[in-house]
């Protein structure tokens, strides 16, 4: 993952932190088996899901819906989504 920060304003290039949006952004409990340690990913995915919200810094990556760029929102109930830049 690179930190870009501008005038205070931070955008989060992600890589493989998320490969299915869909799936683990609804249960960030969920790993796949590229993961060399699921459990660090778990973990993983509730920091940096948890981070991003909290600060609605702008996220990127290569396995987020179209168009790639948006934020990480909170759905209240330990679950997340993301929202994409319209």
């Known amino acids: 993952m690179y ?3 501008s005038r205070g304003e931070k955008l989060l290039l992600w890589g493989d932190i998320v490969h299915v949006a869909a799936v683990q952004f609804a249960d ?3 790993t ?3 993961d060399v340690d699921p459990t660090e990913a778990e973990r993983e995915h509730w920091r940096v899901f948890g981070d991003a919200a909290r600060h ?3 996220i990127g990556g290569a396995h987020l ?3 790639g760029l948006g934020h990480v929102r909170s ?3 330990r679950r997340y989504e993301f929202v994409p830049l319209t």
């Open 56 to 58: 609605r810094y702008m």
């Open 75 to 77: 759905t209240g109930d």
């Open 65 to 67: 819906p179209f168009p």
């Open 28 to 30: 960030p409990g969920v």
């Open 3 to 5: 930190e870009v920060e």
């Open 32 to 34: 796949i088996g590229y």
